[in-house]
């Protein structure tokens, strides 16, 4: 397994930074390299809610499997190419202060065996860390705006 992180620290509280995440149908409206969100579910939130997301040419299904709200939200991510078993996001939220909040984003790949896919996971894993610091910069500029479009 392939583990990848970033972070950031962001002046808003956890509940503030909880909320922009848990609106998890909406991540387009933040993340500047994300085209189009929308809910899979009927479930807007929790374990089992599941997204779809356009970013370029890419179609993703993105699964809610860790739910803690204001401290954790992890999601299995399908669609990435058939060389990586699997990718999984966990965005975990410390409060530093009373109006601030450490967020860590973990991306989490698992290669296959065979030595392609270790090198395809590496090269993915590269793109998902520019990703990674986008999806950071938007979560902070929405979270400290008080909520409004990017």
């Known amino acids: 397994m392939i583990e990848l992180s970033r972070q950031r620290e962001i002046e808003a509280d956890p509940a503030t930074v909880w909320a922009v995440l848990s609106d998890f149908g909406s991540i387009s409206a933040w993340a500047a390299n994300v085209d189009h969100s929308c809910l899979m579910s009927a479930q807007t939130g929790g374990v089992g809610a599941r997204r779809r ?3 370029g040419p890419l179609t993703l299904v993105e699964t809610v499997t860790e739910w803690e709200p204001e401290q954790m939200l992890a999601y299995e991510i399908s669609g990435l190419p058939p060389l990586v078993q699997g990718v999984t996001n966990r965005w975990q939220i410390d409060a530093t202060t ?19 896919q270790r090198l395809a996971a590496r090269a993915l894993g590269r793109r998902l860390m520019q990703a990674s610091d986008q999806m950071l910069d938007g979560l902070q500029a929405r979270a400290t705006s008080g909520g409004s479009q990017r």
Not at 98 to 116: D, E, M
């Open 98 to 116: 009373a109006n601030a909040s450490r967020v860590t984003l973990s991306t989490n790949i698992r290669p296959g065996q065979r030595p392609p």
């Open 53 to 55: 997301i356009q970013a």
